[in-house]
């Protein structure tokens, strides 16, 4: 069983920046990031395809968020800039387990999932 551990989360003021990271315990293919507002369902923000690298952004974050990925720490970031109150939720780092996620924006695809932090953002 792979373990995900989040950290990075915080509060910050609007048009801060946060980076989180995703430190995963064992092997794992592509990985996304997911958030959760108050009252609100999980969302998809962003992931990386391990078969090619491909990178996929959610409208809501794409030229302000940065998904990066460092094999070598067996790590995934979260570069999150310009950062606006509606961005405020619990972030979730997700990993697929399989090597065969089809549909990368979909949350029931991974396998592992992260504790998740907390981002909050003030105006």
């Known amino acids: 069983q792979v373990q995900l551990v989040e950290s990075g989360g915080g509060l910050v003021q609007a048009g801060g920046s946060l980076r989180l990271s995703c430190a995963a315990s064992?092997?794992?293919?592509?990985t996304g990031w997911f958030r959760q507002a108050s009252g609100k369902e999980r969302e998809f923000v962003s992931a990386?395809?391990?078969?090619?690298?491909?990178?996929y952004y959610a409208d809501s974050v794409k030229g302000r968020f940065t998904i990066s990925r460092d094999n070598a720490k067996n790590t995934v970031y979260l570069q999150m800039n310009s950062l606006k109150p509606e961005d405020t939720a619990v972030y979730y780092c997700?990993?697929?387990?399989?090597?065969?996620?089809?549909?990368?924006?979909?949350?029931?695809?991974?396998?592992?999932w992260g504790q998740g932090t907390q981002v909050t953002v003030s105006s």
């Open positions: 064992g092997r794992t293919f592509s």
């Open positions: 997700a990993a697929d387990g399989s090597g065969r996620i089809h549909t990368i924006v979909t949350d029931t695809e991974y396998t592992y």
């Open positions: 990386m395809r391990w078969s090619d690298s491909s990178i």
